[in-house]
């Protein structure tokens, strides 16, 4: 009983409120879960509605409270309306984990405007105007957990790294400004950092079998990443457990980085 308890207070998101972007699919999908596994309401945020639809289904399934919105962060517009439609379900969110993502990675000299601004859009400027609509809230009720996934192309470049791995880059160095401001506050910011992982995203590296196995034999554990890996590490950096955690890098990747 000890120990239940002692656990339930580091871990619990019992009363917590979530918001996962991408949370239909691949690492946002598994960290949705692990929310509502730990007691958090949990609203999944993404495009397609058939993946929502399922996605929830299945948290609900296995005990947990959630529901989806479906919405468009590629726009402006469309991240203010799917954050208003979010609030609208449980209230403001207490935890905010932004996984949405595109990976377009063509050959530098044939990086156009057009990809750029695409993928900023979705990996960069939608993890900030989120922030901006719900840090300050949570700064003020003193408590409050922002949770990005960056990826190995923010720390070394690779397999075309190109607008992706700036955009990466760029979502950690947003993560040190939100902890900045706000962990005084009660608010830790925080970014996952996944090696490979056989996911929707990485399907152009998933497609080369040799790739995949040169990959996963860079890795100290000798396998490459499954989305459920993060949900432990999820967990901890929404909970109370990871109170004194803030604009940390944490690598979930096998060790892939540590070569």
Excluded at 88 to 113: K, Q, Y
Excluded at 120 to 131: D, I, Q, T
Excluded at 138 to 159: D, K, L, N
Aim: with cysteine.
């Amino acid at each position: 009983m000890i120990a239940k308890d002692y656990l339930s207070e580091l871990f619990s998101l019992d009363g917590r409120v979530a918001l996962v972007t991408g949370g239909s699919s691949g690492i946002g999908r598994a960290i949705a879960a692990a929310l509502a596994g730990a007691g958090a309401r949990t609203v999944v945020l993404a495009r397609g509605e058939a993946e929502l639809v399922e996605a929830v289904r299945e948290l609900t399934e296995a005990g947990g409270q959630a529901a989806w919105v479906a919405g468009d962060l590629g726009t402006r517009a469309g991240v203010r309306a799917a954050a208003e439609a979010a609030v609208g379900v449980f209230g403001e969110p207490d935890i905010l984990v932004n996984s949405a993502g595109i990976n377009l990675r063509p050959p530098m000299g044939e990086l156009d405007e057009e990809v750029w601004d695409r993928t900023m859009a979705v990996n960069l400027e939608a993890p900030f105007l989120l922030g901006q609509r719900f840090g300050p809230g949570m700064a003020e009720r003193g408590f409050g957990r922002i949770i990005h996934v960056s990826s190995q192309q923010a720390h070394r470049a690779f397999v075309q790294s190109g607008a992706y791995g700036v955009s990466k880059g760029a979502l950690e160095s947003l993560a040190r400004s939100q902890a900045e401001a706000w962990s005084p506050h009660g608010v830790t910011v925080n970014t996952l950092v996944p090696g490979f992982v056989m996911t929707p995203l990485n399907a152009r590296l998933s497609a080369d079998p040799e790739r995949v196995a040169a990959l996963a034999a860079r890795t100290l554990v000798g396998r490459n990443g499954l989305a459920e890996d993060f949900a432990g590490a999820a967990v901890f950096l929404a909970s109370a457990a990871s109170a004194y955690v803030t604009g940390q890098c944490l690598f979930v990747d096998g060790g892939f980085s540590s070569h």
